[in-house]
């Protein structure tokens, strides 16, 4: 900043942090502004509060670019009566109220950009709710939504600006999934190690000896979820299938005939279709078939806890 505020030449010593966070112009607007400005000079004067840019900063670098000397004014000349005289009408509620009438930007760009100035400014803790109340009434967005960007700023800050720049398939929904994945893997690596030894105390070890990492161990872990998963599957099914198709088999009115006709030669040519050895393959697999139910119906007992 050179000299004093209004000073021929006066220039704000710095941007305040969460004008900083709005994005920028694209070129082909900003050179439509540059070209306005110099056929027009400048319409709306730049705001400050000290020495301190708070709306305004594209004005301000177009005013250079077209060769015009920029106006300034100071936040409590810009806000008009009885507003002036409002306390809550500070530097932040007044770069929230020009930004949400002015920009054309979805509630994930305006919460990204809150959430983001609150970790860049260290204002709040991000578990303080009062406070996330109140970003999220000035930023006209959900609570929620303040959430979702505070753990993005936290655990995928290098998404931060690609939301604010609304680029491509980086909306706050998407990138939130990736900022949860991370806050994940870094709680894992903070604990993991503590969860694994009560887990799997051999994986632990691996892991002190350094034969694999706690991220791999937790990856074995699942994978054997997994495979034990599909194992329950494959004996459900099985014990589904062939329980199931033996109900009602002592209620058949078609049993005792079937066996009349089994004893015939045709009867018997048509059994070994099914059964290779005839009768005797028959008997063989009813007694293992026994042994099968026998087992079922210890696992029944162990289950109901008898």
Request: proline share 5%.
């Amino acid at each position: 900043m050179s000299g004093v505020f209004g000073d021929e030449g006066w220039r704000p010593a710095r941007v305040h942090p969460l004008a900083a966070r709005f994005p920028e112009l694209p070129p082909a607007d900003f050179e439509a502004l540059v070209e306005d400005i110099r056929a027009n000079g400048l319409v709306y004067p730049i705001v400050c509060d000290g020495d301190e840019l708070i709306d305004g900063r594209m004005r301000l670098k177009a005013c250079d670019a077209a060769g015009r000397e920029p106006e300034f004014v100071q936040l409590s000349e810009a806000v008009p009566p009885p507003l002036n005289g409002d306390a809550s009408m500070n530097a932040v509620a007044f770069i929230w109220s020009v930004n949400a009438k002015r920009r054309q930007m979805t509630g994930g760009q305006k919460a990204m950009i809150a959430a983001s100035d609150l970790v860049l400014a260290a204002k709040t803790d991000s578990d303080n709710e009062k406070t996330k109340e109140a970003v999220a009434r000035a930023a006209g967005v959900p609570c929620s939504r303040i959430s979702q960007a505070l753990t993005v700023a936290i655990y995928a800050e290098h998404l931060v600006q690609d939301v604010i720049d609304s680029v491509p398939g980086r909306t706050l929904d998407a990138v939130y999934k990736i900022a949860v994945e991370n806050k994940r893997q870094q709680e894992r690596s903070r604990d993991g190690l503590n969860t694994l030894r009560k887990q799997d105390p051999e994986l632990a070890q691996k892991v002190d000896d350094r034969e694999i990492s706690v991220e791999e161990a937790f990856a074995e872990i699942d994978k054997r979820k997994r495979e034990r998963a599909a194992q329950r599957d494959s004996v459900l099914l099985g014990i589904s299938s062939g329980v199931g198709s033996l109900v009602g088999f002592d209620e058949s009115e078609a049993l005792p005939e079937v066996i009349i006709d089994l004893r015939t030669e045709e009867g018997q040519e048509h059994l070994a279709r099914y059964f290779k050895g005839g009768v005797k393959e028959l008997g063989e697999k009813l007694v293992a078939a026994k042994r099968g139910l026998a087992a079922l119906e210890r696992a029944h007992k162990q289950i109901n806890g008898r």
